[in-house]
């Protein structure tokens, strides 16, 4: 659900926008990468912005995302990927691939996409960590002009450094996640697993989602029997 009061979507109707929280929740292999890195492409993609489209009665359009409405301008991503980023980079160059074969930089298409991956990647639990995140989204901001417009983390478990099960470790997380949207006028997307029983609930602490503006949970599509 979209928590309500929030006069700006990212996704019209299903994901709240600059300066929120939405989390996605899968068991592993539910496609959460997949979906983000799609996203984050979607967003970045600077000729799905329509000014005046006549299509649209002369307003402004910014494309959609499956089938979705996407409300924002493109627009810079910084995509922290403890998990995925390989899948991520692959992903990229066939987009750039697509559009630009002769330039992966692709940048007549594209708003910047930064990777965080492995030893870069912060814990949000932890002060020192959390400074050094915002004085780089600084930095991005000044050599970009803006700071980006989409922060995806994945996975929350791989960005905290405390146990995920300690509401004290996980409040710790999505009060610096909460903050940096808040500072950035960004949207923040977390991803989590739920628990071995697959059950529609994130994995951990009942924090998790405490603090979160919107939830989405994905589950692996199911093969028909013959």
């Known amino acids: 659900f979209v928590a309500p009061g929030r006069k700006h979507h990212f996704l019209e109707h299903y994901m709240p926008g600059p300066g929120t929280i939405t989390a996605i929740i899968s068991p592993p292999g539910g496609g959460k990468t997949t979906l983000l890195a799609n996203l984050a492409f979607t967003y970045a993609f600077k000729l799905r912005y329509k000014p005046h489209d006549p299509k649209n009665n002369g307003e402004t359009t910014f494309g959609d995302f499956l089938g979705i409405r996407m409300t924002q301008p493109p627009g810079p991503v910084l995509f922290i990927a403890r998990e995925g980023h390989r899948q991520l980079q692959l992903l990229g160059a066939h987009q750039n691939e697509l559009l630009a074969p002769a330039s ?123």
């Open 104 to 226: 992966l930089a692709s940048k007549k298409y594209y708003h910047p996409i930064t990777i965080l991956a492995e030893h870069m990647a912060p814990k949000l639990d932890k002060a020192d960590d959390v400074r050094d995140l915002h004085t780089l989204l600084d930095a991005f901001a000044e050599v970009h002009g803006r700071a980006p417009g989409l922060i995806i983390m994945d996975t929350a478990r791989k960005l905290l450094a405390g146990d995920e099960n300690s509401s004290s470790d996980v409040t710790a997380f999505m009060q610096a996640a909460s903050g940096i949207a808040t500072k950035y006028a960004c949207a923040v997307l977390v991803a989590h697993h739920t628990p071995k029983s697959e059950s529609p609930t994130a994995r951990g602490s009942g924090a998790w989602l405490a603090d979160c503006d919107c939830e989405w949970f994905l589950s692996p599509a199911t093969k028909k029997k013959k």
